[in-house]
């Protein structure tokens, strides 16, 4: 009998990550209300500058606990309730927009290996499932492998990421849909989006943002910064 339920647990998956209670899609509904608390009533708030930012929630309370069960606990499958958020979020915002490619913000090869996955490609996957744009997934790559940028400077982390990315050729020669929107799970300094930015545009493409599931509130301590080297 116990056999027969693990056999069956596998397919239904029907426990939330967040409290193991009963959930419905993905995470429970207490869960779910917990989570709605931190979006932010305008996510287009920081969408100016070089590089525009669209941002689902705030990173705080249970919208920081939920993305650390995602990267520590191996729970790839809130990713892909970060992206129908987001998506959902980005397709209200912004309705009309149909021309864009959206990428991850890639993680070094070790460093996925490492974690089983890259939470940032499962958020962008789905994102792109719920918005209809074009995913891909091979064009911005991470060659060097960064250390943990939570403790460093500004300047430091910088420094670090300098030519991290590189491209593919063999996608650029394929076509892309631009411009491209790139996904990240937390936006803390945007030091490592503006490094994926500049080497995107150093190949001649086009960015026109970056969608993120959290950011903290300006003037908080950062967090480690994202799938950027944790
Ligand atoms: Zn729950």
Redo the contacts with the bound molecule.
């Keep these: 009998m116990k056999l027969f339920q693990d056999f069956f647990s596998l397919f239904l998956q029907d426990k939330?990550?967040?409290?193991?209670?009963p959930?419905e899609h993905i995470?429970?509904?207490?869960?779910?209300r917990?989570l709605q608390k931190t979006k932010l009533i305008n996510p287009k708030r920081h969408w100016q500058n070089d590089l525009p930012l669209f941002v689902w929630g705030q990173y705080d309370g249970s919208l920081k606990r939920a993305i650390a069960t995602m990267k520590y606990d191996n729970c790839p499958q809130l990713g892909r309730w970060f992206g129908t958020q987001l998506g959902s979020q980005w397709r209200k915002s912004f309705p009309n927009q149909q021309k864009l490619t959206v990428i991850p913000i890639p993680m070094h090869p070790a460093k996925q290996q490492q974690r089983g996955f890259n939470q940032a490609e499962i958020i962008a996957r789905q994102f792109a499932q719920v918005t209809g744009l074009r995913y891909e997934a091979q064009l911005l790559q991470r060659p060097k492998a960064t250390q943990a940028l939570f403790e460093l400077t500004v300047a430091q982390r910088q420094r670090e990421l300098q030519r991290a990315f590189s491209l593919n050729p063999k996608v650029i020669s394929q076509g892309l849909r631009q411009p491209i929107l790139l996904i990240d799970d937390i936006y803390t300094t945007g030091t490592t989006a503006t490094e994926a930015q500049q080497t995107l545009v150093r190949g001649g493409l086009e960015v026109c943002g970056i969608a993120a599931i959290a950011t903290p509130k300006t003037g908080k301590t950062p967090p480690p910064e994202s799938s950027g080297g944790i």
């Design positions: 939330c990550p967040l409290c193991d209670r959930g995470v429970c509904r207490d869960c779910d917990q």
